[in-house]
């Protein structure tokens, strides 16, 4: 069994959540709102015992590391994070990794999933324990004969999937170039 943590996963990453379920995985899943982890407990339908859900503000991170640890100790250490995070994700991610390698010194995988200006940024990698394997998942655009469009959930569940089967310290999930072919906004 893999325990695998993911945050913010009940919006576009809702249904890499349920494929996750779809194998030996125990999967932890954090959002603010109820409504949207009950959605996915219930679509979840057996599966459901194996998910955990929470409500929980992830930049509340006394709260977030007391939940990381409460999880550990109920199921052991965490293998995988995949992490959607806004605004201030290093500390965030450093909370998770800190409360990670209180259970665990052996390599587990953080996907640290962001937006398409990433690939227009430097490559700043948090400060994490030795033992996080980081990596980056930027998810980009499609182009078509109609023009340029944004992912569809679907293919972002289909690209962080495939990330997390053959992990790189980067993967571009669609297309970042050209700059001059970007969306209007993501
Ligand atoms: N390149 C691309 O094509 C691309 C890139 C990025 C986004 N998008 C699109 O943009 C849409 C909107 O993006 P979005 O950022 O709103 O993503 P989203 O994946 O639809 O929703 C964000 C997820 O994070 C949770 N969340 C947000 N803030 C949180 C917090 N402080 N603590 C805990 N959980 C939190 C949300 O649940 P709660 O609200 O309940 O907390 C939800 O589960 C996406 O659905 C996607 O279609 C496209």
């Given at each position: 069994m893999t325990n695998v943590?993911?945050?913010g996963g009940t919006g576009m990453l809702r249904g890499l959540v349920l494929r996750l379920l779809e194998e030996p995985n125990e999967v932890f899943v954090l959002a603010r709102r109820p409504e949207g982890l009950r959605a996915l407990s219930e679509e979840a339908q057996a599966a459901a015992e194996r998910l955990t859900p929470m409500a929980l503000d992830y930049h509340d991170l006394d709260r977030?590391?007391?939940w990381v640890a409460h999880v550990q100790l109920m199921h052991g250490p965490i293998d995988q994070v995949v992490a959607w995070v806004a605004g201030d994700r290093n500390q965030v991610l450093?909370?998770?990794d800190t409360e990670?390698?209180?259970y665990r010194h052996s390599p587990w995988d953080l996907f640290d999933i962001h937006g398409s200006r990433a690939a227009m940024e430097p490559r700043p990698v948090p400060q994490l324990h030795d033992n996080c394997r980081y990596h980056r998942?930027?998810?980009?655009?499609?182009?078509?004969?109609e023009g340029s469009r944004w992912l569809s959930h679907q293919e972002i569940v289909d690209g962080v999937w495939r990330a997390m089967a053959h992990p790189e310290k980067e993967t571009i999930v669609g297309q970042v170039l050209p700059?001059?072919?970007r969306p209007p906004s993501d």
């Open positions: 943590l993911v945050l977030l590391g007391h450093s909370v998770v990670i390698y209180r998942v930027i998810l980009g655009f499609r182009v078509e004969a700059v001059d072919l």
